[in-house]
């Protein structure tokens, strides 16, 4: 069965330094996602892309926070100077069609910020 | 004000104990309530997606409802296997390409 698979599981980072994310979606979807979930909290959005562009973007994903489909395959979310806060759970996810279609969450990469 | 919100936060059933866990949702229009588990650590993994109200959907111990206001996630004759926490999440935006809303989840722990 097709899954979204994100690399690395787990990133440990100095505080001021970039990161880069990386996920390989479904291969046959077209809406890309970054979710993140602060440890006990609830999963939050980050971002939505298609057609090589940002379709949605919320209050989370200020100026530090990029994303890039760098090739046929691969999405990356790229945080550019890791604050202790960014510490947490970053789940990718695609669909199909978008419409409300349904998301499909890779594994997550556990990010801490010292 | 949440759009989505799950009770109880936590529920602790014996094996076999059936139950239900609960998703109020406050958007208009709704495109459709997805209903996801999530293991410690993981990701959350697709259960069901329901699109109007008076449908339910099935899956082993697992039937999802959906009415006009709220979802509800039955779980029969429950296992250990089944402990996790059940994500209720709803399409943000009444057209076009959307993220979801999650609500904060339900932590079900099934003991033998």
């Known amino acids: 069965e097709p899954e979204v698979t994100q690399t690395p599981s787990h990133q440990v980072t100095q505080m001021g330094q970039e990161v880069i994310l990386r996920c390989v979606p479904i291969?046959?979807?077209?809406?890309f996602y970054w979710y993140r979930q602060i440890l006990g909290q609830k999963v939050e959005f980050l971002v939505s892309?298609?057609?090589?562009?940002?379709?949605?973007k919320s209050e989370i994903f200020d100026d530090q926070f990029s994303v890039e489909r760098p090739d046929g395959s691969n999405f990356t979310l790229k945080i550019r100077s890791t604050k202790l806060e960014d510490s947490a759970m970053y789940f990718c996810?695609?669909?199909?069609?978008?419409?409300?279609?349904?998301?499909?969450f890779g594994p997550g990469t556990r990010l801490t910020v010292l | 004000e949440d759009q989505v919100t799950q009770s109880p936060e936590a529920l602790r059933l014996q094996e076999g104990e059936s139950s239900s866990l609960n998703c109020s949702y406050t958007?208009?229009?709704?495109?459709?309530l997805f209903w996801y588990r999530q293991d410690p650590g993981k990701g959350p993994e697709f259960l069901f997606t329901?699109?109007?109200a008076g449908e339910e959907k099935e899956k082993e111990r697992l039937k999802a409802t959906l009415t006009k206001k709220e979802s509800f996630l039955h779980i029969t004759a429950p296992k250990p296997e089944d402990s996790a926490t059940y994500l209720c999440?709803?399409?943000?935006?009444?057209?076009?390409?959307?993220?979801?809303?999650f609500g904060k989840g339900t932590r079900l722990s099934v003991i033998a």
């Open positions: 996810a695609s669909d199909w069609q978008g419409e409300a279609d349904t998301q499909y």
């Open positions: 291969s046959n979807h077209l809406y």
């Open positions: 892309f298609y057609n090589n562009e940002i379709s949605e």
């Open positions: 958007v208009s229009g709704l495109r459709g």
């Open positions: 329901l699109y109007s």
């Open positions: 999440a709803v399409p943000q935006f009444l057209s076009g390409n959307t993220p979801l809303v």
